[in-house]
């Protein structure tokens, strides 16, 4: 079965510290890896697609077919990147429209 | 601009009261979706649609019912709500099922007591 595990529900650093957000998923396919942000009291933002290897806010994230995981770095944190981080996998080239699977989330608190 | 519209933003209502959040799309995406988002359990998917009149249950869909009898909107209904469906919603739509990533609305609060 799809799944998608986020062992951290909270991750605590100071501003400056390096950020890994852990991501390990669970698909017998070719899967299609997501991160999503929720700032507080906001919609779900797309951060990042693993197809698309780009950075956006200075984070990135490279999928280990290997370790099967996805988990996204940022290597200085910015109080700003305090938000709710979703992990999600999405089956490539299935037509049925199949569910975008989420983590349960981690919730990173940068401070000063 | 290209977004997702849910409203209301906020609902209190009675057990048993029937009510409808309604999700407009102006991106002429085919694909839509509801989800559910509780502390502890993430996003948990109640019903998508990958087109007009082509709905299919998620992983928790008891309790709700959908339609979509236009590309743009897909309300969600709940017949008789109950406390355990107090929660926040998420409406979300993209093309392709999703390979380009889902755009999400602003999210819909929902009591019910």
């Known amino acids: 079965a799809q799944r998608v595990t986020q062992p951290e529900k909270l991750l605590s650093v100071f501003k400056g510290a390096p950020v890994e957000l852990k991501c390990n998923y669970s698909?017998?396919?070719?899967?299609?890896l997501f991160w999503y942000v929720q700032y507080s009291r906001q919609r779900l933002q797309l951060l990042l697609r693993h197809i698309s290897r780009e950075s956006i806010k200075g984070f990135t994230a490279d999928l280990n077919k290997g370790e099967t995981s996805f988990h996204l770095k940022k290597p200085f944190a910015q109080e700003e990147d305090s938000a709710m981080y979703y992990c999600?996998?999405?089956?490539?080239?299935?037509?049925?429209?199949?569910?975008?699977?989420f983590g349960k989330g981690t919730t990173l608190s940068v401070s000063s | 601009e290209a977004q997702v519209t849910q409203n209301p933003r906020y609902l209190i209502t009675v057990t048993g009261k029937k009510l409808t959040v309604t999700c407009s799309q102006n991106?002429?995406?085919?694909?839509m979706s509801w989800y559910r988002q509780d502390p502890g359990l993430g996003l948990r998917q109640i019903y998508y649609s990958m087109n007009v009149e082509v709905t299919d249950k998620g992983d928790v869909p008891e309790g709700y019912k959908v339609s979509r009898k236009e590309k743009r909107n897909f309300p969600l209904i709940l017949e008789s709500p109950s406390p355990n469906q107090t929660s926040l919603y998420f409406c979300?739509?993209?093309?392709?099922?999703?390979?380009?990533?889902?755009?999400f609305g602003s999210g819909t609060r929902l009591t019910v007591v």
């Open positions: 999600a996998l999405s089956e490539v080239g299935n037509q049925a429209g199949t569910a975008l699977i």
């Open positions: 698909y017998s396919g070719s899967p299609e």
């Open positions: 991106m002429n995406h085919e694909y």
């Open positions: 979300a739509s993209s093309s392709s099922g999703g390979h380009y990533g889902y755009t």
